[in-house]
Structure formats: structure tokens, C-alpha cells
């Protein structure tokens, strides 16, 4: 293997055998993701969820980055609190099920004020709809929403609570 290139480890149903090992997947980069490519794959395939499987090992692919630059300008971080009597109703954990639906990462917390804040990052569209369900379930509870749009870091590997 070449520099800039990653070996994916897989589970493999025939050890033991003397098969010879399944062919490696490319491996392409996005927004601070590994994962694999293939440039015959549909587009709508590649989600945060999916992307989020791999982990980020080194550096990427040049030819495959190139393909994916436009998929990065989807991916937003999303930086929201939640006012109201939104503590003690179970917010934190429907936003858990809720994020991971949708294919998002980050986590939720709750703040001394009485509000929840939310850090999340994956696409545009998947973050709105985190935020809409959050709101239409709560809507006896949430009293305002304040949400702020930053560039993604892609630190997060999942969604999950922090205290």
C-alpha cells in the first residue's frame, strides 16, 4: 500500500480458509471522514451515518477527495439551545433517537439556566429536520430555539448526552 492510502478491517465470514483476502475498498475523504468509494454509487448513499462507520486514520485519496469536495459544502455543524421547561421531560434522550434517524453527530446537554444545548454536525437538511422534530414534539415545552450554523469539525463518531 502507497502512501495516503487505509486498510479497512472487515469482518471475514470464511476464517480459516485459504481464500485469498477480498479485494481492499477505495477509500475516500470527506469532511474529516474515511470511508469507502465507489464513484458508481449513488450519491444519496453516502450519509453522515454511513461516512461515520470508518474512522479518520490518515491521509486521503486526492483523486477521490476531488469527487467528493462538493459533498462537504452539504455538511453543517449545528449549535442550538432549547429554552422552555425542557429538563426532566426526556429532551436529551429524544434528541439521541432522533439524531440518530436522521444520521447525525454530536451531543446534548443540559445547562444550569434551565435550557438544552445541542451540538450537531452532518447535512444541512438532516440537521433542520433534528431541530424540527425536536421543537414539534416538545411543542407543549419549548418556549424559544436559538440556533447558530459554523463549519463542521468532524470530531464527533456518534450522538450521545454530556453532562
Keep these: 500500500m502507497g502512501t495516503g492510502s487505509l486498510c479497512i478491517a472487515a469482518p471475514n465470514a470464511s476464517a480459516g480458509s485459504d481464500a485469498a483476502p477480498p479485494e481492499r475498498p477505495k477509500v475516500g475523504f470527506s469532511c474529516g471522514l474515511l470511508f469507502p468509494f465507489d464513484s458508481r454509487a449513488p450519491q444519496d448513499r453516502m450519509t453522515p451515518a454511513f461516512k461515520n462507520r470508518f474512522v479518520r486514520r490518515g491521509a486521503s485519496n486526492p483523486e477521490t477527495a476531488s469527487n467528493l469536495t462538493r459533498l462537504c459544502t452539504a455538511m453543517k455543524r449545528l449549535h442550538a ?3 422552555g421547561l425542557v429538563q426532566g421531560v426526556g429532551f436529551r ?17 443540559n445547562l444550569h439556566d434551565g435550557r438544552v444545548e445541542i451540538v450537531a454536525e452532518g447535512a444541512e437538511e438532516a440537521l433542520e429536520q433534528l431541530v424540527r422534530e425536536l421543537r414539534d414534539y416538545f411543542h407543549t415545552y ?14 464527533f463518531a456518534e450522538f450521545g448526552v454530556q453532562f
Design 81 to 83: 439551545y432549547f429554552g
Design 142 to 155: 419549548v418556549r424559544d430555539v436559538r440556533v447558530e450554523w459554523e463549519e463542521p469539525t468532524g470530531q
Design 93 to 109: 434522550y429524544t434528541a439521541i433517537r432522533i439524531a440518530m434517524r436522521a444520521g447525525v453527530t454530536g451531543w446534548a446537554k
